[in-house]
C-alpha cells in the first residue's frame, strides 16, 4: 500500500507526497525566511518569506528531478517504476526489479547524481549571469546550486542506501559475479556510515548535528534492511522443498466407498486436511474432499473414493530436490494453500505450506518463530501482512541470475 497523497505523475510514472515532507518544507521556509531576512533586511517581509518558499519548492523540485533521473533509466532498461515519494529525507523512486547486469545497475545508480550535477552547473550559470550579488534571482540559484553539489556529493558516499552504495554494489558485483555480495559490501559500508553520523551528529549537540544523527539514523535502518533482505533471499535460495515439507497428509485406500471416507475420516477424528489415496501399493491421486458435495447421498454407498480423486500428474507439485523457490512460485502465482512433494520415483514424500515454509526459513537463518505463529499461517493459508515472500523469491531468483 502507497503512504502519502498522489499530487499527479511525470512521464507516467505516479508523484506522492509523505506527510513528514510538509514538516521540513515549513522548516526550510522559516529557516531561510529567518536568515534571509537579517541578510537582505531591504528585500522587505514579503519578498523575503515568498523567496524562501519558492527556495523550499525550487529544492524538492532539484530532488524530484534526481529521482525521475534514476527511474527514466531504470525505465529504459525495461524496468517498471511504480512511484516517486517525496518525504522528510528527500525523496525515493519504488523501482519494481534490479537491473539485470551490473553495468546498467550503474547507470541508473549514477543518473541521479549525474542530474544533480548537471543542475549545479546550469544554477551555477545562472550566478554569472545576475552579477548582482544580494538579487533574490542570484541568492536563491546560488544556493540551489550548492544544494545540488551536495545531493550529488552526499549521494556518492559509498553505502546503501545512497546512490554510492548502489555503485558500489554494482562493482562488487562486477568483479565477483554475485550481485549479494555486492549488496552485502555496500550496506556494510552503509552501516558504517550511518554509525559515524548519528555519533558525530549527537557529539555536536546543535540543530544541524542532531539532523545529521537523523540522516545517519535512516541510511543505518535502510542499509540494515537491505542487508538482512539479501540474507532472506540467500537462505530462499539454499533451501530445496524437501527442507520444508512436513508429512501432515493421510493416505486412504482407494478402492472405500465415498460413505466409509466420510464416516472414518472427515466425520471421524483425523485431524488430517490432506489425503492421497493409493491401491496396489501405488498413489491413485489427491481425495478432494470438496467434490463430495456434487455427488448424491444415495450414491455414496456405491460410489468408490476414485470418484473424488484427482490424478497426480494433474495436481500442482514440485520433486524433493526442486529449490523452495520454485515451490513459492506456484503457490503464489495460482493462489494454493499447499503444494504435494514428489519423490523422484513419484509416489508422495509430503506437503508444504506457508507456515512450513517460514518455519524451514526460520530455521535456516536461526531465527525463533513461535509454535502459535506457524499455526496462524496454516490455518489462515496466507503470510504475516507486509511479509511478501512471493515477491521476495521472485527477487532472489533475479538476483541469482545476475551475471557479471
Do not use: C
Not at 540559484?141 to 549521494?155: E, Q, S, T
Not at 513461535?370 to 531468483?397: C, H, N, R, T, V
Amino acid at each position: 500500500m502507497q503512504a502519502g497523497w498522489r499530487v499527479g505523475s511525470l512521464f507516467g510514472i505516479p508523484l506522492f507526497i509523505d506527510p513528514s515532507w510538509f514538516l521540513i518544507l515549513a522548516f526550510l521556509i522559516f529557516r531561510n525566511g529567518v536568515v534571509w531576512q537579517e541578510k537582505y533586511p531591504n528585500w522587505g517581509l514579503l519578498l523575503t518569506y515568498g523567496a524562501a518558499a519558492v527556495m523550499a519548492l525550487l529544492l524538492f523540485a532539484s530532488v524530484l528531478l534526481h529521482e525521475l533521473g534514476h527511474s527514466l533509466v531504470a525505465r529504459s532498461q525495461g524496468i517498471k517504476v511504480n512511484s516517486i515519494t517525496l518525504f522528510l529525507f528527500g525523496g525515493v523512486a519504488a523501482i519494481e526489479q534490479e537491473s539485470k547486469t551490473p553495468g546498467q545497475a550503474f547507470q541508473v545508480a549514477i543518473a541521479g547524481p549525474g542530474v544533480s550535477f548537471f543542475l549545479f552547473a546550469i544554477l551555477g550559470s545562472l550566478v554569472i549571469a545576475v552579477p548582482e550579488p544580494t538579487h533574490p534571482l542570484n541568492v536563491m540559484a546560488g544556493n540551489l546550486a550548492i544544494v545540488n553539489l551536495f545531493l550529488a556529493l552526499f549521494n556518492l558516499l559509498p553505502g546503501l542506501p545512497l546512490d554510492g552504495g548502489q555503485i558500489l554494489k554494482a562493482a562488487v558485483w562486477k568483479a565477483t559475479g554475485s550481485r549479494f555480495k555486492g549488496v552485502h559490501w555496500a550496506a556494510k559500508t552503509g552501516k558504517a556510515l550511518g554509525w559515524l553520523a548519528i555519533i558525530f551528529g549527537v557529539l555536536t549537540i546543535t540543530t544541524g548535528g542532531l539532523w545529521l544523527a537523523l540522516i545517519g539514523w535512516f541510511v543505518l535502518q535502510n542499509a540494515s534492511s537491505y542487508d538482512r533482505l539479501t540474507e532472506l533471499q540467500e537462505a530462499l535460495l539454499s533451501l530445496k522443498a524437501s527442507d520444508a515439507m512436513t508429512r501432515e497428509f493421510r493416505v486412504v485406500d482407494a478402492e472405500m466407498t465415498l460413505r466409509r471416507f466420510a464416516d472414518d475420516y472427515l466425520l471421524g477424528n483425523s485431524t488430517a486436511e490432506v489425503y492421497y489415496a493409493s491401491s496396489n501399493g501405488r498413489y491413485r491421486g489427491m481425495v478432494i474432499t470438496d467434490d463430495l458435495h456434487y455427488i448424491e447421498r444415495s450414491e455414496w454407498e456405491t460410489q468408490k473414493l476414485y470418484r473424488i480423486i484427482q490424478p497426480l500428474v494433474d495436481i500442482p507439485s514440485v520433486e524433493e530436490a526442486a529449490p523452495l523457490v520454485d515451490a513459492i512460485q506456484q503457490m503464489e502465482s495460482r493462489q494454493l494453500r499447499r503444494m504435494t512433494v514428489l519423490s523422484p520415483a513419484g509416489a508422495v514424500s509430503g506437503v508444504i505450506d506457508r507456515g512450513d515454509i517460514v518455519r524451514a526459513l526460520a530455521e535456516k537463518l536461526k531465527m525463533t518463530v513461535s509454535d502459535s505463529m506457524i499455526k496462524q499461517i496454516k490455518d489462515e493459508g496466507s503470510y504475516p501482512p507486509g511479509f511478501q515472500l512471493g515477491a521476495i523469491a521472485q527477487a532472489a531468483i533475479e538476483a541469482s541470475d545476475g551475471k557479471a
